[in-house]
DNA sequence: ATTGACTCTATAGTTATTATAGAGTTTATA
DNA sequence: TATAAACTCTATAATAACTATAGAGTCAAT
């Protein structure tokens, strides 16, 4: 059994996100020793690593939550899971659609102005004063 | 000169927001009516359209502050714009790069499991408990 | 016995809003 | 003129997923 500091190193995890993930219900409350220190095993190691793999992608805890109870009844269908990750993976295409469109403004924003201008012709500050291109 | 509920609909920002651009100084404080309502004219409506378009292009409100403030002294150089600028290009196109690679690994692992299957036999928990690819 | 490293809980801060409660003001209607 | 509806005010809490801090307790080594 290891202390929660030991599981930090292990998983890269803060020891404050552990105990936030704790509090979260995405991790069993752990066992406590006589000075009421948190105890970890291997599970839960593993477990934490799954989480930190959840939010490399970008899932949200409460999806992390769900994925970890459907872990649990293995005789389920996995449609749920499938759907999730259905939408998740739209939400993220949408989002590179719309960072990609204000990329382009930011550029071309930036191409208007050239250094050593005084702000007074800065064509910056003279484009963003304009009604705003329509954008998300 | 209208009121607060005016300029929301003018410019599109809800009355709470308008509200808290003020309590973070990106607008002044308005002028009062006697009955304490906050009063706004012409000028009121071009700024917060101005600070809209910012957040439009996802400069984060401190950003928008500085060029505000530099808006106001119309003779200083604009290379703090310009620098501004490209850092903030440089963090859309890394968000950008970020979540494109992200993308490819969520289509990678849905194909892992079609429909119908049980979670026992599911692709994407079975890999979402492997080791996780190394990724921010 | 004491130092240092670790852990505990509880609380506040981060960002840019949104939402709420409870009170006061103004406008329109009966 | 009374009253209701619509609006505004301030202050506070919630959102997401942490991070940071304070103040106290625990444990291992000296």
């Known amino acids: 059994m290891i202390k929660i500091g030991e599981l930090s190193k292990v998983t890269g995890c803060s020891v404050q996100t552990i105990r936030h993930y704790e509090k979260e ?3 069993a409350s752990a066992e406590r020793s006589e000075g009421n220190f948190r105890l970890y095993d291997e599970a839960a190691v593993e477990q934490l690593l799954f989480i930190k793999h959840c939010r490399s992608l970008d899932l949200s805890l409460p999806e992390i939550r769900q994925l ?8 389920a269908q996995c ?4 759907r999730m990750m259905d939408r998740h993976i ?3 295409e949408a989002r590179i659609q ?5 990329n382009e403004q930011l550029r071309k924003l930036r191409r208007s102005c050239s250094n050593r201008r005084t702000v007074k012709q800065c064509g910056i500050l003279r484009n963003l004063s304009a009604t705003p291109v329509s954008s998300g």
């Open 79 to 82: 449609d749920d899971v499938n």
């Open 98 to 102: 719309e960072l990609t469109k204000l």
């Open 68 to 75: 970890l109870a459907l872990n649990r009844s293995p005789g």
């Open 90 to 92: 739209e939400q993220v």
């Open 25 to 27: 219900q995405l991790i």
